[in-house]
């Protein structure tokens, strides 16, 4: 299948911006995601973009696309504790509906 | 957005036991989806949960170790069959409503013995 890769960890201060690249290689995806995975929980939808835009801004949560390098990047401002959690890039498959995931970026925030 | 709720979410089993995992939704969707995330591991689509009809497995996966059904637009089980201990993993259901937005249940967290 086709690949999402990320990398696998990042850690920040707490109060700093946080900044999750991530790139991928089916330049049909559609829709780019962001979700987040906190310990011993589900996938929460963080944000979405579709792939005409470049970018798309959600309260602290900025989504950079560059669909020329297949290239997306999740930035975090004013980072908290709680927002400590794996985070995974994801794109819709050539299938249209069903997803493919990176393996996700684990982000520790540091006080 | 849609909430889902997944029975059980969690339990430990014994090898060659099976396990049913049942994934409800408050409203009706369109298309219902099962992953796999092994630990430490990215998820993994296993099958599509078709209503009214047989699931689309990814390669990979088959019916005989992960039957799936989907009775209604709101119900779908998935079981895993003959359990080993490669088979400890979560297990998630997600759901769309429109094309663009899609949302996962809580997932089973399984252990095999």
């Known amino acids: 299948g086709e690949d999402v890769e990320q990398s696998l960890f990042l850690s920040v201060r707490e109060g700093d911006s946080s900044v999750i690249n991530c790139t991928y290689t089916?330049?049909?995806?559609?829709?780019l995601y962001w979700y987040k995975q906190e310990p011993g929980a589900g996938l929460q939808l963080l944000t979405y973009?579709?792939?005409?835009?470049d970018m798309k801004q959600d309260q602290r949560l900025t989504v950079l696309l560059n669909k020329k390098d297949k290239h997306l990047s999740l930035r975090i401002a004013d980072t908290q504790t709680g927002d400590s959690a794996i985070y995974f890039c994801?794109?819709?498959?050539?299938?249209?509906?069903?997803?493919?995931f990176g393996k996700g970026t684990s982000l520790l925030v540091t006080p | 957005s849609a909430v889902i709720s997944q029975k059980p979410s969690r339990d430990i089993c014994q090898r060659g036991t099976s396990l049913t995992i049942q994934c409800q939704v408050d409203?009706?969707?369109?298309?219902m989806f099962w992953y796999r995330q092994q630990p430490g591991q990215s998820l993994t689509l296993i099958a599509t949960?078709?209503?009214?009809?047989?699931?689309?497995?990814e390669s990979g996966f088959v019916i005989d170790k992960f039957p799936i059904s989907r009775p209604n637009l709101t119900f779908s089980t998935l079981t895993v069959s003959n359990m080993s201990p490669e088979d400890s993993s979560i297990y998630l259901c997600?759901?769309?409503?429109?094309?663009?937005?899609?949302?996962f249940g809580p997932g089973t967290r399984l252990l095999v013995l």
């Open positions: 409203s009706q969707v369109t298309m």
């Open positions: 089916d330049s049909s995806s559609t829709y």
């Open positions: 949960a078709n209503q009214g009809s047989e699931a689309t497995y």
């Open positions: 994801a794109e819709n498959s050539n299938s249209g509906y069903a997803l493919n």
């Open positions: 973009i579709f792939s005409n835009m």
């Open positions: 997600s759901v769309t409503e429109l094309q663009e937005t899609q949302y």
